[in-house]
């Protein structure tokens, strides 16, 4: 990591650094509390709760900033949160079927998916070293899914390959729509995840989608409200606030470069905390996703 190309840091770079480390450790371990407080018909209702706890505050930060978009921003603004609900609901609904390490572990392929999906749109061929790096995660991800064998992969498993493809159309559709590019962070993210909120809620009011809101909040012990008030303010408005705040102190890459530690963090607190174990095909096959990943990195860079 040390050989990545990044720009020198500043003067106690570390006062930065800790708090963007922390949130990948937060993410990281987003996906064994989701796992934790989330069944297969409470994920619509999660969702609602998770996020309608937080939107409200975002909205009162934002509300200047929400007052001055544009038309266009607007839109611009609400294609993304339709995209971005689909990222959570994949997520959510993978991390449901599948293991905390393996979710994390799989998500972390958007950092290759994200550049071969970019040269696909600007039809300029990336390094040969990136498309090395992108077949070895690949490979990684086949062994990670392998624990008792070869088998066919979980459908969780499927269902995080194909959030870390959704989060990839999100990265690409918000470089690519003019009318976001100029608008403010947070009043950008407040209507994004407004926009996902809404769909949850319609999902929920429709018939045989699971428990209702206020009905998953009912059922809940303290350590689903633990699990959820984690979700909901140190993984969203703690995570959101922290990136605003080290991007204006630091640089995007060392910031992305930071944050690119989330799966190590999913491995370690599914494992240690949450008794997992990968076996020795699911080890190599883990440690060949991260190899893969920061080289991938490292070829872009």
Known sequence: ?????????????????????????????????????????TV????????????????????????????????????????????FLLETYGVVHTSATNAGLIISLTMIFTPLAEAAVTRVRPPRAFLAAAA????GVVLLTQGGGFTSPSGGDLLMLLAALARTVHVLVMARVEAVQSADALPLTTVQLGTAVTVFALLCAAPGTGSAPWDAAASFEPADWAGLLFLSVLCTLFAFFVQMWAVRRTSPSRVSLLLGTEPLWAAAVGIVLGGERLGALGLLGGGLVLAGTMWGRRATS
């Open 1 to 41: 990591m040390s050989t990545l190309a990044l720009p020198a840091p500043r003067p106690r770079a570390w006062l930065t650094d800790l708090p963007v480390i922390g949130v990948a450790a937060v993410w990281g371990a987003s996906y064994l509390a989701a796992k934790g407080v989330t069944t297969q018909t």
């Open 44 to 87: 619509l209702a999660v969702l609602v709760l998770r996020f309608g706890i937080v939107l409200p505050v975002l909205v009162g930060a934002g509300w200047r900033g929400l007052r001055a978009l544009t038309a266009p921003q607007w839109r611009g603004a609400g294609l993304l949160g339709l995209i971005l609900s689909g990222i």
């Open 136 to 139: 070895l995660s690949v490979l």
